[in-house]
C-alpha cells in the first residue's frame, strides 16, 4: 500500500501538499485511468497469514513461558541455560526444591511448555506443507540464513 501511495504522490510535482490537492489529485488519476491498482491478498494467502500468525504468537508465548522457567531455575540456584530444555535439564528442574505455590508453579508452567511444543510442532507441519506449495518458499528455505536458523530449531 505504501508502494502505491508514493506512486500517487510522484505523479503530483509540488512539494506542497494539502487533503485539497491531494483529492483532486486522485480524481485526475481516476479520470484518466492512470489510478494505481491496489494488491489484495486472496482468500488462501490470507488464510496463510492467520496459520503464520497464530504459530508466532504460540512461539511468543512459550518464549514468555520459557523465560519464567527459567527466573524461577535461576533463583534456585540453576544455571544451565540452554540446557534447560533438554530432557535432563527439565528433569533436574522438576526435582527442585521448592515452596508450594513455586513448585506449584513451576509444574504449570512445565505442562503449558509441553502443549505449546505439541501446538507449535503441529502448526510446523502445517507451515511447511503451505511453503512446499510454493516455489518462492521453497527458494527461501535454501538461503544460508535460513538453513543455519533451521539447525539451531529457530524456524
Known sequence: MDRDASRIRAAEVRRQKTDRRDAELILKLLLEGRFPRIWV????ERDVRQLLLDRHHRMRMRTRVKNQLQSLALNQGLQK????????????????????????????????????????A???GLVRSQAEGREDARRLMTH?????RRRWGWC
Request: net charge negative.
Open 41 to 44: 491478498p486472496s482468500e488462501e
Open 144 to 148: 544460508p540464513e535460513w538453513v543455519r
Open 81 to 120: 541455560g540452554r540446557k534447560l530444555w533438554s530432557e535432563a535439564g527439565r528433569e533436574q528442574l522438576r526435582e527442585l526444591p521448592m515452596m508450594e505455590h513455586a513448585g506449584r508453579r513451576r509444574d504449570q508452567l512445565l505442562r503449558t511448555v509441553a502443549e505449546l511444543d505439541g501446538q507449535i
Open 122 to 124: 503441529e502448526l510446523n
